[in-house]
């Protein structure tokens, strides 16, 4: 298994792509395909050591004990020890600093144990490339017998200043190409690679389990957002308290019961944060900050924007009619997500979840296409599963509300709540007769 790779320093690493210097991002990249140890070789330059300095204090990568060695390419070479990294007969990835992978692109080819021949140089292009198209060449894998000749080319390339390019550093050697068209990797060299650098990353912060709500309106503004919310240096749990101060207008504004445009804008505002709520899990996912704590934190926001906006919709109800239907509804609503947590504390003690509540609703979605023995009524409701979705259900109440159908909503999310408890209910007492099993790791 491939575990280190050689990054060429140049001006281009401390570029910031989405909130992340354009080493980091290659760095953390490379780990998630199981890549462990980095060189990256360069100038004498204190500025340059600097920089790797404050890399590896970064807590990303001190969390995942990731080891960046800077490698002066100047005494390397001078030094007896010019074979420092030993390689031996290890493979290894070499790229240059101006290059943005794929973590997938990694994951291809980290499996190849057998020493290669001769160094593989990743091309979107066709084998029979001329000059002008080297500079597609920016990332290979080396056989670890090239590694002082290598090091060697790399260090003339540096004094004479040149555009460095792999065609260069390999003009000794025999090489073939491999080829790429469906994962993304960009050479940063211009402003336009830039952009298409940034696009190839936002749509991997897209979940494949959006339906169609989120994938065509929430995920196309949630991600237009997250572009510039990286630039102010947020961090998602910043985001999701903003988002749920969001909630707290909407539910405010609806509680007052002053007519329709009141309803209104706390339904606009309730629908906004239901896209806003995309945000905080891109960024992390973006930047690297994913935590079992933030999911749990996601949901227990989510969980109290459903609760108060409904409570709030009740209140403003009953102020603008006066009815004590409303207050009914009201207990009857609280009545219902009482029941729901009661039976989600239930589960996620007995089953070992423990505090990873946000794992609760994968794993029912799951076991809807897993397990054989389920009820025709299993099946149905699996089916309708995406009514709860934050995405489509928030669209649902700003559309009944924009209608005029404020009173209607309440019935409908308070019987639907009903439907919900009771079948989760069954659902849990089903599971805890059954032999227990360690539960999945769906966070991972």
Avoid at 281 to 309: H, M, P
């Amino acid at each position: 298994m491939i575990e280190e790779a050689v990054i060429i320093y140049n001006e281009k690493v401390r570029k910031s792509i989405l909130g992340l210097p354009l080493l980091m991002r290659q760095i953390l990249n490379g780990n998630q395909a199981g890549l462990k140890k980095f060189y990256v070789l360069g100038p004498d330059c204190p500025e340059n050591i600097q920089f790797i300095k404050s890399i590896n204090l970064d807590k990303r990568i001190r969390s995942l004990e990731i080891q960046i060695n800077y490698l002066n390419i100047g005494e390397l070479l001078k030094t007896a020890d010019s074979s420092r990294p030993d390689f031996k007969n290890r493979n290894f990835f070499l790229m240059t600093g101006d290059t943005l992978c794929s973590p997938q692109l990694f994951k291809n080819y980290v499996n190849l144990d057998s020493p290669l021949e001769k160094p593989l140089i990743f091309t979107r292009k066709k084998a029979n490339l001329d000059e002008d198209s080297m500079e597609e060449l920016n990332l290979a894998i080396c056989p670890g017998r090239i590694w002082p000749r290598l090091a060697a080319a790399v260090g003339k390339e540096l004094a004479n200043n040149s555009i460095l390019k792999l065609s260069t550093l390999f003009s000794e050697f025999s090489f073939s190409y491999l080829q790429n068209q469906e994962i993304y990797f960009y050479r940063i060299t211009s402003g336009s690679d830039e952009k298409r650098a940034i696009r190839a990353l936002l749509s991997t912060a897209r979940k494949p389990q959006d339906g169609f709500i989120a994938r065509k309106i929430n995920r196309p503004i949630s991600l237009f957002l997250t572009r510039y919310l990286i630039k102010f240096n947020l961090s998602p749990t910043k985001l999701s308290i903003f988002n749920f101060i969001l909630c707290l207008g909407a539910a405010f504004l609806v509680s007052l019961g002053q007519g329709y445009w009141y309803f209104l804008a706390g339904a606009f505002l309730f629908e906004f944060s239901s896209i806003f709520d995309g945000c905080d899990g891109e960024v992390a996912r973006l930047t690297y900050q994913t935590s079992e704590k933030g999911a749990l934190t996601d949901v227990i926001f989510d969980a109290l924007t459903y609760i108060l906006f409904f409570i709030g919709l009740a209140v403003g109800l009953y102020r603008q009619t006066q009815s004590q239907r409303y207050l009914v509804m009201l207990i009857l609503f609280l009545l219902s997500v009482s029941w729901y947590y009661i039976n989600l504390y239930r589960y996620t003690r007995a089953s070992g979840i423990g505090t990873k509540i946000f794992l609760v609703a994968k794993e029912v979605e799951a076991s809807s296409q897993k397990e054989n023995n389920l009820t025709f009524l299993d099946r149905i409701l699996s089916k309708l599963a995406f009514a709860v979705r934050r995405d489509f259900f928030a669209t649902l109440v700003f559309a009944l509300m924009a209608m005029g159908w404020s009173a209607f909503t309440l019935y409908l999310v308070i019987g639907g709540s009903w439907v919900e408890s009771i079948y989760f209910h069954f659902y849990v007492s089903w599971k805890l007769d059954r032999p227990r099993t360690q539960p999945e790791n769906y966070f991972g």
